[in-house]
């Protein structure tokens, strides 16, 4: 299989990388965090000037037809630089919801605006009590003469609370953990009856808490039957969240190597302690299983044999999961004391990758679906 980039992903990457050295620097990325919403918007209009937005977005609506590789190069530098602004949330999980099961004429109306940034969406599927069971839905759904209408709550929604559109699923029919019933439907976030309480997370990125108490709501694609495409939608998030955990171990690595060779300690770099070395090695080769692991996730999450995907994802997840853990741990450690400091770039790195083993089943969580396969 040829791993070579092409000409156009290479022109990707440069480009997003001098927009980011020059626009997303420590400090820059310090100061955002105290912003009114947590990240740039004059960033975001950025990102849609250079396509990023619409990269995966088919050029029919505007976007520029990129596959689950562009994107997997995009949250990689995105990774490097701790992005803060809601690519994740509304193009890779929004937009993946919406291409999947929009209809036509949802898919005109919303495609375009999603690619051009006047757009965010956010993916509300999680609820208290489901942790990562993706069929647990107590959020319900009933008629209401030719539309419907939505009760009940969804956490730790991602950008849940600048989005200007909600995917939302809830259950037509059936009960708690039935794999049918479920359905997905787009919320306007103006919508009366619709509670956002916005928070940040650890690593500062931002989330909402949603209560549903007769919200008008769009049906979005096949009634009773959304699961598959739920499912979907989260391979499509641990895909991008591999790439960027990768991204961010890249960096944890460079800043760790870099320390080794100038702290200096009884007159001589520390990084002459073999012990040390060892463990530098030991880094570089768990970010490069992760690599090669984050890879097997882009090029599977289009695959159309949905139970040789799942596995796929699930063996990626694992194998990224563990390889942060283990890099951003160590990168922490051979820092020292300073390591845990908020003034210091590679403690934000860290709670990022933790965050991210979180979001969509942790390593344990996909271990055991591994585990059921083999039984």
């Known amino acids: ?33 105290k912003a009114p919403l947590g990240w740039s918007e004059r960033l975001w209009s950025q990102y849609a000037e250079l396509g990023l937005l619409g990269l995966p977005i088919p050029e029919e609506y505007g976007g520029f037809g990129g596959g689950p590789v562009d994107v997997m190069l995009l949250m990689q530098a995105f990774g490097r630089h701790l992005v803060l602004e809601p690519y994740l949330a509304s193009i ?6 919406l291409r999947l099961a929009g209809s036509a004429a949802q898919r005109d109306e919303l495609l375009p605006a999603l690619a051009d940034g006047t757009l965010k969406l956010a ?7 489901s942790r990562y069971d993706l069929p647990d839905v107590l959020t319900t759904a009933r008629q209401d003469g030719g539309g419907w209408r939505l009760d009940g709550a969804k956490s730790v929604v991602l950008h849940g609370d600048c989005a200007d559109r909600l995917v939302v699923s809830a259950r ?6 039935e794999a049918a019933g479920i359905s997905l439907f787009l919320v306007d976030a103006e919508a009366s009856g619709l509670a956002r309480r916005g928070y940040a997370l650890r690593d500062g990125t931002r989330a909402a ?7 008008p709501a769009e049906l979005l694609g096949e009634r009773d039957a959304a699961l598959p495409v739920i499912e979907r939608v989260i391979e499509a998030g641990i895909a991008a969240t591999a790439a960027e955990t990768i991204g961010a171990m890249e960096a944890m690595q460079a800043m760790t190597l870099d320390y080794l060779k100038t702290r200096q300690q009884f007159g001589r770099p520390i990084g002459d302690n073999q012990a040390l070395q060892h463990r530098s090695a030991e880094m570089m080769i768990a970010l ?6 984050a890879m097997l996730a882009a090029m599977s999450v289009d695959a159309p044999d949905a139970e040789e995907r799942a596995r796929s994802i699930a063996m990626a997840r694992v194998g990224v999961g563990q390889a942060g ?5 160590n990168a922490v450690q051979l820092h020292g004391g300073i390591g845990m400091t908020d003034e210091y770039a590679v403690g934000h790195f860290f709670r990022r990758v933790m965050v991210i083993e979180h979001l969509f089943g942790d390593t344990a969580h996909h271990l055991d679906r591994l585990a059921d396969q083999v039984e």
Do not use: I
């Open 172 to 177: 037509t029919a059936g009960s708690r953990d």
């Open 325 to 329: 853990r283990f890099v951003s741990q």
């Open 1 to 33: 299989m040829d791993f070579d980039l092409t000409e156009d992903q290479r022109l990707l990457t440069d480009s997003v990388a001098r927009l980011l050295a020059d626009q997303y620097g420590f400090e820059q990325r310090k100061s955002l965090l």
């Open 92 to 97: 890779v999980l929004g937009g993946t919801a």
């Open 209 to 215: 808490e949603l209560s549903l108490t007769g919200v």
């Open 288 to 293: 490069e299983q992760g690599r090669s692991m």
């Open 123 to 129: 993916f509300a599927h999680g609820e208290r009590q």
